[in-house]
């Protein structure tokens, strides 16, 4: 590093800088090495990235990020929260510098990810989903480094969009930033708060870009802040080349869960037959797959009930859904009762999504 003259442009010193790595080596760097080597040069040598007029180009975006962290992070040390946190982001960043991408910036427990930026690449859009499925694989290892060290585990939601956007370097010469804006970055955010721990979820347009790349998984409709109508969002179970890889799977991957209080009108089932009588409760929380109730009495609740949408969530007064009851607990003179919706696909159930869907995108 002696040999280098600092004094010089950003571009220059980070070139030099890979001249002498290059030199000192004997061979030529490869290209992802390069790609590492260069954000890390523009960080070492310059806090400043290079000045890059903006311009309208083809890029992938990538966003990843913690499930229930904000949770998690109420109850726990500074200390704690930076064992946990420290690690994930280093490996994520390094994941995605493995397939040439750009940390465009951190979102306090999760980032933000270019493909096809600052480098023009073809093959954007496949290098961030192949990123996306390795980033899931690397988290089975962070939590087994967790285990060991009796941390707890942590779990990942991440989102991908492809399209246009405008990408270089904004603000004021004291603070110039090397970013991308546009309606392809804030339609990534949108899928990625969509996506549960552990999934991986493509828009529409990214997913039929990507041909026979990706064997999808689950497939949603919902409507979602900024569009008018509904939109698709595919799940990544596996990729196909250069080698198969799958997408691990989380056992409980929980759904994101909206506050409510709503009455709750509903008919216990016994032997496959609903009750006559209904009995109430109410509804605390409420998410696609499954919802809290506070039912009267400290006694056993039924195993199964069935219940008619309320008003509230749709206006079809005949939308009925059958739920299983998951585990309960004492709530003083009465119980706190979780429960999973059995009948999913029905109008009842898709009443409730889209309720969900309204509540998430009010806040």
Same mark, same amino acid.
């Given at each position: ?150 941390? #707890? =585990? ?5 989102? !991908?969009? *492809? ?5 270089? @370097?904004?603000?004021? /010469?004291? &603070? ?65 080349? #250069? =080698? ?5 799977? !989380?056992? *409980? ?5 909206? @506050?409510?209080?709503? /009455?709750? &009108? ?98």
């Amino acid at each position: 590093m002696g040999t280098l003259d600092l004094a010089g442009s950003s571009s220059g010193r980070v070139n030099a800088f890979l001249s002498e790595l290059t030199a000192s080596g004997g061979r030529p760097l490869s290209v992802t090495t390069q790609a590492r080597l260069l954000q890390l040069a523009c960080d070492l040598l310059d806090p400043l990235p290079p000045a890059t007029v903006p311009a309208t180009r083809e890029v992938a975006v990538l966003l990843i990020d913690l499930r229930d962290f904000s949770t998690f992070a109420a109850s726990r040390p500074a200390e704690e929260l930076l064992a946990v946190l420290t690690p994930f982001l280093t490996r994520m960043t390094e994941v995605v510098h493995d397939h040439g991408g750009f940390v465009d910036k951190f979102l306090g427990d999760g980032l933000l990810a270019l493909f096809g930026a600052p480098e023009a690449t073809e093959d954007h859009l496949a290098r961030a989903i192949a990123c996306a499925v390795d980033m899931q694989i690397a988290m089975v290892a962070l939590n087994a480094a967790h285990t060991a060290s009796r941390l #707890p =585990a942590i779990h990942a939601g991440i989102g !991908i969009n *492809s399209g246009e956007a405008v990408v270089g @370097s904004f603000g004021p /010469p004291a &603070h110039r930033e090397y970013t991308a804006i546009g309606d392809t970055v804030n339609f990534a955010a949108r899928v990625e708060a969509f996506s549960l721990r552990g999934q991986v979820l493509l828009s529409e347009h990214s997913f039929r870009a990507a041909g026979d790349l990706v064997e999808p998984g689950r497939v949603r409709e919902l409507r979602v802040k900024g569009r008018d109508r509904p939109v698709r969002l595919y799940e990544v179970a596996a990729i196909t080349r #250069p =080698a198969r890889r799958e997408v691990p799977r !989380i056992e *409980s991957r929980r759904s994101p869960r909206v @506050s409510v209080d709503l /009455p709750l &009108h509903y008919y216990p089932v016994l032997d496959t037959r609903p009750l006559s009588e209904a009995q109430r409760g109410h509804i605390l929380n409420l998410g696609y797959d499954g919802m809290l109730t506070r039912l009267p009495g400290a006694g056993p609740v039924p195993g199964e009930i069935r219940f008619t949408v309320t008003p509230e969530l749709a206006s079809n007064e005949h939308s009925e859904l059958v739920a299983r009851r998951l585990h309960q607990r004492p709530a003083g003179s009465a119980c706190d009762a979780a429960f999973a919706f059995l009948n999913t696909g029905t109008p009842g159930h898709e009443a409730v999504c889209r309720y969900v869907d309204r509540m998430l995108w009010r806040r």
